[in-house]
């Protein structure tokens, strides 16, 4: 594998990359002014026709960066016609999930707004009769989960005989996800003449086992160091027990000068009992996993993505590939057990330049995940003790008098039902009104110093934001 880098230059504007007039058009009216380091360094390479392993961060803007040259390659066999025969599928674009599939696909045809190429997306979790009338008229850029695009196949919907370019997009999360047998299938009816574009927000050994499958000849291009976590994002962390996190995670998100916060969990349940538990709180919370149907995801996706909703609860997989930009904050509630998914986590937020917090809160038994994420990112995140104000009813068996006296109490309209799903009994208790705004602190543990409030350890969350 040969590591290149073409482009040098302190400042590459789109019209040095090559791309032709109908996409510069394009990308001058999504207001992009310069390319991003993985375009400056993705497209000339993709338009000279070579095979890519490109490892880059989500929020890079990777997906312009495979998108504007496949449209350029694609050009000088786009068709006015609408003879189906016209428009056979030449760029295979697959990815691991249905909401990164609509969101690259949005972006395809933003780029190719000026062009008579179409794309069109399909995946899962919809009927597939609805996706195959818009097949049958002919695309030229297909995006796809793998499943679908297989079961497509089955039905003769669609033929891949004519495929020029394949991207595989957030390739590490394809394996992750299991998608291997899947791919193998797909790529087997796929020309054996045709360009490859790969790109991974990390470089497992299996993906590089991929890579030497798949691709011809790749050339390696890095815009971070591997499974590098972007700069331009604050990571913190906080030692917390189990039992407190739920009502630190309220303080956080009260005291978060911010209306857009994805809340990470790690399976389902917790997400859609989080999410409940806030709503509780008075802060307006909406889960988003693989049980719920593509509409409310979709719904639930766009009343965040509208403010309506401040703490979207997320799991790894329905989170991926959610394309929120300005995202000022992530909070990992759970840590998750593969690292990996810690780095597509804070890619979340401090994207395309932009600066965001990613807040982790660490109980006892996740210490070991954390130390395999600093392992992976090759950073060490010091733990702050989590100064809990609202818990001391009821994690301590000897309250903390002046905590009692201070503790601040969320406003709640109603009582909350016993059958609540918190494991904090706290929770459980029916509201009773404090007037006191407290900015006292209770401390976790007796032998722990008093130490700042929260919002002042989050420090510069407030310039940040
Ligand atoms: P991606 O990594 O492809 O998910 O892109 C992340 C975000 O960056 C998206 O909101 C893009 O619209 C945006 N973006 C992509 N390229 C550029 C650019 N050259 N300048 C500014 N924003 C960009």
Request: charged share 25%; proline share 5%; with cysteine.
């Amino acid at each position: 594998m040969n590591t290149k880098t073409v482009i040098d230059s302190d400042a590459p504007s789109f019209e040095t990359l090559g791309l032709a007039a109908p996409l510069l058009k394009a990308i001058a009216e999504t207001g992009y002014t310069t390319p991003t380091p993985i375009q400056a360094k993705a497209i000339p390479l993709a338009l000279q026709g070579l095979d890519l392993m490109a490892g880059a961060q989500t929020g890079t803007g990777k997906t312009a960066a495979f998108s504007l040259p496949v449209l350029h390659k694609l050009l000088p066999f786009a068709s006015t016609s609408t003879s189906p025969a016209k428009h056979p599928i030449r760029a295979l674009v697959l990815t691991p999930t249905r909401e990164l599939a609509i969101q690259v696909e949005e972006s395809v045809k933003v780029y190719a707004k000026h062009t008579p190429l179409s794309s069109l997306v399909v995946y899962g979790g919809v009927d597939i009769k609805s996706q195959t009338p818009a097949l049958k008229k002919g695309v030229e850029v297909l995006v796809a989960t793998p499943g679908r695009l297989l079961d497509h196949i089955e039905q003769k919907t669609l033929s891949l005989s004519q495929v020029q370019i394949l991207v595989l997009d957030e390739a590490d999360r394809m394996l992750d996800m299991g998608f291997m047998p899947d791919l193998k299938r797909i790529l087997a009816l796929l020309p054996k003449q045709r360009q490859n574009l790969m790109f991974s927000a990390t470089f497992s050994n299996e993906i590089k086992k991929l890579a030497d499958e798949f691709l011809t000849n790749p050339t390696l291009i890095e815009v971070a160091r591997s499974n590098a976590t972007n700069d331009n994002v604050s990571q913190q962390a906080y030692a917390v027990a189990a039992s407190q996190k739920q009502a630190f995670l309220v303080q956080l998100l009260k005291e978060a000068d911010t209306n857009q916060v994805i809340v990470f969990t790690k399976t389902k349940l917790t997400a859609s009992k989080l999410a409940r538990a806030l709503q509780k709180e008075d802060i307006s919370a909406d889960a988003i996993h693989g049980d719920k149907s593509q509409k409310e995801r979709i719904e639930a996706l766009d009343a965040f993505k509208a403010g309506k909703v401040k703490a979207l609860v997320a799991t790894d997989v329905a989170a991926r590939g959610l394309d929120i930009s300005d995202l000022p904050m992530v909070i990992n509630y759970e840590i998750p057990s593969a690292p990996e998914d810690y780095v597509h986590r804070i890619g979340r937020t401090g994207r395309a330049g932009a600066s965001g917090i990613a807040i982790s809160l660490i109980c006892d038994d996740e210490e070991k995940y954390f130390a395999e994420i600093e392992k992976l990112i090759k950073k060490s995140i010091a733990r702050q003790t989590a100064q809990v104000k609202t818990q001391t009813r009821s994690s301590s068996s000897q309250p903390d008098k002046r905590a009692h006296a201070t503790t601040h109490v969320s406003a709640t309209s109603a009582p909350r039902k016993s059958k609540s799903s918190s494991t904090d009994a706290w929770f459980n208790k029916p509201y009773e009104p404090n007037t006191a705004v407290a900015k006292a602190v209770v401390r976790t543990s007796p032998s722990q110093s008093r130490k700042a409030p929260v919002a002042a350890l989050l420090g510069g969350l407030k310039q940040r934001s």
